[in-house]
């Protein structure tokens, strides 16, 4: 399965509202579906998890939603802190296998 | 508190070997499976090879199968990778990070700080 996600860059503003995407080439369980945030310079850090839930400490204007072929990471009102990578990541059980996007990086405009 | 600390990484020469290691503290080990993720330098991730908790088997990526062992040393805590074969291609940030199964939602948390393997002549 191969992870699309688009754009590849995203330029916005602080207290704007980001929507990052990711598109697999076939139907994922929403249960495998995962996102991740990458500061520069840091190890990645996971935001999203069976694409809808929070992972813990993680604020409330980070959304995950979709199904089947098409996911969406959802930032409400950007914070300073919020400009990095961002990573989806699909879990495959046949056999046990993991994919990741090529990344959104979200940049400050 | 849970900390995952990776080590092991650096220079060798295309066709060579390299260990790297793992150590966790603040989480039963026993109880979590685990994985290597790797980053080339300006690139994404991408997952290396998987290895499940008390007999769990063990999984990799297609392009470190035949070359790289993961395995895992419950007694102190430590994952391992041993990595064979070594290409240029190999060079990266490698990543441990705790798989944390959510019900039947898997997600990698937390992730060590990274080793850096460099493969060059």
């Known amino acids: 399965i191969v992870l699309t996600q688009f754009p590849g860059t995203l330029s916005l503003s602080p207290g704007e509202r980001a929507t990052l995407s990711c598109r697999t080439s076939q139907s994922v369980s929403s249960s495998y579906l995962a996102w991740y945030q990458q500061k520069l310079g840091q190890a990645p850090r996971l935001l999203i998890y069976?694409?809808?839930t929070r992972a813990t400490g993680i604020p409330d204007r980070f959304s995950g939603s979709g199904s089947g072929t098409d996911f969406t990471l959802t930032i409400s009102r950007l914070e300073p802190e919020d400009f990095a990578v961002y990573y989806c990541?699909?879990?495959?059980?046949?056999?046990?296998?993991?994919?990741f996007g090529q990344g959104t990086k979200l940049e400050i405009k | 508190e849970v900390q995952v600390l990776e080590s092991g990484g650096g220079l060798v020469q295309p066709g060579g070997s390299l260990r790297l290691s793992c150590v966790v503290s603040?989480?039963?080990?026993?109880?979590?499976?685990m994985s290597w993720v790797r980053q080339a330098p300006g690139k994404g991730l991408e997952w290396v090879s998987d290895m499940g908790d008390i007999g769990g088997g063990t999984y990799y990526a297609d392009s470190v199968k035949g070359r790289f062992t993961i395995f895992r040393d419950n007694s102190k805590n430590t994952l391992y990778l041993q990595m064979n074969s070594l290409r240029v291609e190999d060079t990266a940030v490698y990543y441990c990070?705790?798989?944390?199964?959510?019900?039947?939602?898997?997600?990698?948390?937390?992730w060590g700080q990274g080793t850096l393997v460099t493969v060059s002549s």
């Open positions: 990541q699909q879990y495959d059980s046949s056999p046990p296998t993991y994919t």
């Open positions: 603040g989480f039963p080990f026993n109880n979590y499976a």
């Open positions: 069976g694409t809808s």
């Open positions: 990070a705790r798989v944390n199964i959510f019900e039947v939602s898997p997600g990698f948390d937390p």
